[in-house]
């Protein structure tokens, strides 16, 4: 059996809208919307992942608050884990600095309105369902 790689996915919460990243590349997913996040690297934890790829593509000081319940399998070996996050006092503003080329806030009926990757489809709705859950 193949060992899975963990790709983290922030789903970043700030005044009561989540944050949504429109992929730039590779050309099959370009101009779709995703969960900000990368691949976990061998050694690391996924939270310091996810800490270390919000600096990296969107220049913010971010902290994961809870592991959202799930795990969804992308192309093998890969498979998507999603924490709620929030951005530290301080943090600057997200900037589409790396792997993206749109951000939008969207608020909570406004979720549906961007075209997710095909993957993170359940993903977000499970991450609406624990952000709904914690208030
Ligand atoms: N970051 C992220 N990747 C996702 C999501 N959904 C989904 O199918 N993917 C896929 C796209 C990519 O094939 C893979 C993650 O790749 P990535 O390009 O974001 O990871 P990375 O920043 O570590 O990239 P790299 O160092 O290999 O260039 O997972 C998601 O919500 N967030």
Do not use: C, N, Y
């Given at each position: 059996m193949t060992e899975r790689i963990v790709v983290v996915g922030a789903a970043l919460l700030s005044g009561g809208r989540l944050l949504a990243a429109r992929r730039s590349a590779?050309?099959?997913?370009?101009?779709?919307?995703e969960l900000p996040g990368g691949k976990v690297e061998p050694?690391?934890?996924?939270?310091?992942?996810?800490?270390?790829?919000?600096?990296e593509e969107l220049g913010v000081e971010a902290e994961p608050v809870e592991r959202v319940p799930g795990e969804w399998p992308l192309t093998a070996p890969y498979v998507?884990?999603?924490?709620?996050?929030?951005?530290?006092?301080?943090?600057?503003?997200?900037?589409?600095?790396?792997?993206?080329?749109?951000?939008?806030?969207?608020?909570?009926?406004e979720v549906e309105d961007v075209a997710w990757l095909d993957h993170d489809v359940p993903a977000v709705k499970a991450a609406l369902t624990a952000w709904g859950a914690g208030g």
């Open positions: 590779p050309p099959e997913l370009a101009g779709r919307w050694g690391e934890t996924p939270e310091h992942a996810l800490v270390r790829e919000l600096r998507l884990r999603v924490w709620i996050a929030r951005l530290l006092p301080g943090s600057g503003e997200p900037k589409p600095l790396e792997d993206h080329d749109e951000l939008r806030w969207l608020a909570p009926d």
